[in-house]
């Protein structure tokens, strides 16, 4: 309706010839547009750039993005991108942050929802301490596509089966959600792309529940037990939730995923990675 209405010819009001135009949206002052847009969503303003040069224009200005950054841009910037924050505007800033960013040698990944700016964090099973990784009686690691890190670990047999991690850095005020990615089943690959999963390996996840836990560095507790049944698929197991009242101040993460009763073994898992994301974007996971 905008852009339709940017381009109406001048008209004749009533019956005499008035000389008066209606105005378009390109009369808009710059500036204006740039407030308007600061209330619409990242597709929105992207949309909105291609009606015209001031709405180009405007769709470009950093008081538009700097809206949109969450508040520790500056520091994901310095930490993760490594750059310095005057080669980019805050547009560009934006656009590199919603991309898969990796840090820590590869183990970790941030990014920003596309659509509302949260920033949300990944880290695969190489940047935990797993009982008995390195000893490929237990443990194999298995390249694979369905993993944002390109490997994931597979657990033959085992009768302690201990996951630990941790992660510091700042995140904005929010409340977040911590998950486990896992699958029953060792992944496999035949004629045609065809996908097929090899389950006669799994065992012992049903007898006893798999403990999950989490704490923070700002005395916050979660935890959570559940039994795996689902074989073939991945799912995401929550462990909880924690808050982030402080922003941009750095929180150290404490997780784990723990089966230590020794009465029976237990194999065929796949372990891929840990998600943090902000607790409203929940309905992007399916969570268990």
């Keep these: 309706m905008g852009a339709g209405y940017s381009d109406f010819a001048s008209e004749s009001i009533g019956a005499s010839s008035s000389s008066s135009v209606r105005p378009r949206l390109s009369d808009l002052p710059e500036n204006c547009v740039s407030s308007i847009l600061t209330y619409l969503d990242p597709p929105e303003i992207c949309k909105l750039a291609g009606l015209n040069r001031t709405f180009n224009g405007a769709s470009l200005s950093d ?52 659509r509302s700016g949260k920033m949300c964090v990944c880290v695969s099973y190489k940047a935990m301490r797993i009982t008995g990784i390195d000893d490929r009686r237990y443990w194999n690691h298995i390249s694979s596509d369905e993993s944002r890190f390109k490997t994931i670990a597979y657990l033959q047999q085992i009768w302690w089966f201990e996951v630990k991690g941790e992660i510091e850095m700042e995140f904005p005020a929010d409340t977040y959600s911590l998950v486990f990615r896992v699958q029953l089943g060792k992944p496999n690959w035949k004629r045609f792309g065809r996908r097929v999963n090899n389950v006669d390996q799994v065992h012992g996840w049903n007898i006893k529940p798999v403990r999950f836990q989490l704490s923070t560095s700002t005395g916050q507790n979660a935890s959570s037990q559940h039994y795996f049944h689902d074989q073939g698929n991945w799912v995401y197991y929550n462990v909880g939730k924690f808050s982030v009242d402080k922003a941009n101040s750095k929180v150290k993460i404490k997780y784990s995923m723990t089966q230590i009763d020794c009465t029976h073994t237990k194999g065929g898992l796949c372990l891929d990675s840990v998600f943090i994301f902000p607790c409203d974007l929940r309905d992007k996971f399916l969570l268990f």
């Design 63 to 114: 008081l538009v993005w700097e809206t949109k950054l969450p508040s520790n841009y500056k520091f994901l910037v310095h930490q993760v991108l490594k750059e310095d924050l005057l080669v980019f505007n805050k547009k560009q800033i934006y656009s590199r942050l919603c991309q898969p960013n990796y840090f820590d040698d590869g183990t970790k990944q941030v990014w920003l929802d596309k």
